[in-house]
């Protein structure tokens, strides 16, 4: 029996994923904050959008690609940075930008995820995305911002929806920390996780490489869902965003807008790219689902629209087009295909999310993503 077989959908490999980690892992992953509204409107939202299809238009073999920053990438998604991802599976971030580096798709690699960019950057150039928390120092800036060009990284990705640290409780509930530190509770959930325990001892436990060099010192006065990058960082403002735009020579991407007003702030200041993101919902519960906000931000800007937010499976990447977004970016879903099937899975959900674009195409009519607009009821 084939992988499309038994995974036909992102929801197959999310049930097996959370089969095969343990719990403490699961509740990192898939957590939200609050009463984690933001999720479920993020899926209402989605399901809002209805596009009607279209008849008699004979056979139809889709174009699927999309345009950004001067490339012409073959699918029109890519693959979201993700902190702590070798948590969810050992080498998680190497095993995403492999998968996406073959089919010329970006990859994004967080500042607090558990490898650096030295070693991620080589094998998703050239289209490797940097995500940077802000560093409050300059220098440590200036540092990072070197690091992620001389790896090979081709495109900043200013994060600005985190200017606090979120108490995700279900996290914290857990009993994770960042970096983890063994507990009796943890090692009982490990116990029964034997695949996922073996690869993580082999591996050695996930540490914040990239913050290696930056953080030597007692992580004081953090929460329990904080990690050391928080005494790093700082809650950027207009300036940071033109120092930004005045040192780092390739697009700037602002991360985690949801107002037309910021998004046309972030225009006239130089960014190359809004990404409309909420941080499916792991940092405020009260926030609107990106697919409501979507068209307005659409029409205040000029720039290229990336999207997050609910993404489960081909039609609901239309459904952003439809609405605007220029390209989509999915985290959980690659994390959930390398927790499921390791190195197998982001091939599969790449394969997985190129049918369902070609099915739902054909249902729609549309020989090219710039067409579906147009079938927007």
């Known amino acids: 029996m084939d992988l499309d077989t038994r995974f036909p959908a992102i929801a ?164 994770l920390t960042i970096p983890p530190k063994l507990t009796p509770r943890m090692l009982a959930q490990m116990a029964l996780r034997p695949r996922w325990s ?58 985690g807008v949801l107002r037309p007003e910021d998004a046309a702030l972030c225009e006239t200041e130089g960014a190359d790219a809004v990404w409309v993101s909420n941080h499916a919902g792991r940092q405020f519960d009260a926030a609107p689902a990106t697919a409501e906000v979507l068209p307005a931000i659409r029409s205040a800007v000029r720039l290229p629209l990336i999207f997050d937010g609910g993404i489960e499976g081909g039609l609901d990447i239309l459904r952003a087009v439809a609405l605007g977004a220029d390209f989509v970016m999915l985290g959980r879903a690659w994390h959930y295909a390398v927790a499921a099937l390791g190195e197998a899975g982001p091939p599969h959900l790449i394969d997985m999310l190129r049918r369902d674009l070609i099915a739902n195409m054909g249902q729609l009519g549309a020989p090219r993503l710039a067409d579906v607009a147009a079938r927007r009821v």
């Open 198 to 255: 073996l690869a993580t001892l082999r591996a050695g436990l996930p540490r914040l490489r990239t913050l290696d060099p930056y953080t030597e010192g007692p992580r004081r006065g953090l929460p329990s869902t904080g990690h050391v990058g928080y005494l790093l960082r700082t809650s950027p403002d207009l300036d940071y965003l033109r120092w930004l735009r005045a040192h780092w020579q390739g697009p700037l991407v602002v991360k």
């Open 12 to 175: 197959d490999l999310r049930v097996r994923a959370r089969a095969r980690v343990p719990r403490f892992v699961w509740e990192y992953l898939d957590s939200a904050t609050g009463a984690e509204s933001v999720p479920r409107r993020n899926r209402a939202a989605l399901d809002a959008v209805r596009l009607y299809p279209s008849v008699l238009h004979g056979e139809i073999g889709p174009d699927l690609s999309a345009n950004l920053f001067g490339h012409r990438h073959s699918l029109p998604f890519g693959a979201a940075p993700l902190g702590m991802s070798g948590l969810i599976w050992p080498g998680a971030e190497a095993t995403i930008a492999r998968a996406a580096a073959a089919e010329g798709l970006p990859a994004g690699l967080s500042t607090v995820a558990t490898r650096p960019p030295e070693e991620i950057g080589p094998i998703a150039a050239p289209h490797g995305w940097f995500q940077l928390y802000p560093p409050r120092d300059e220098g440590i800036r200036a540092d990072m911002l070197k690091r992620a060009r001389d790896s090979g990284f081709s495109v900043l990705v200013l994060t600005v929806d985190v200017p606090v640290p979120s108490r995700r409780e279900r996290q914290t509930r857990s009993g």
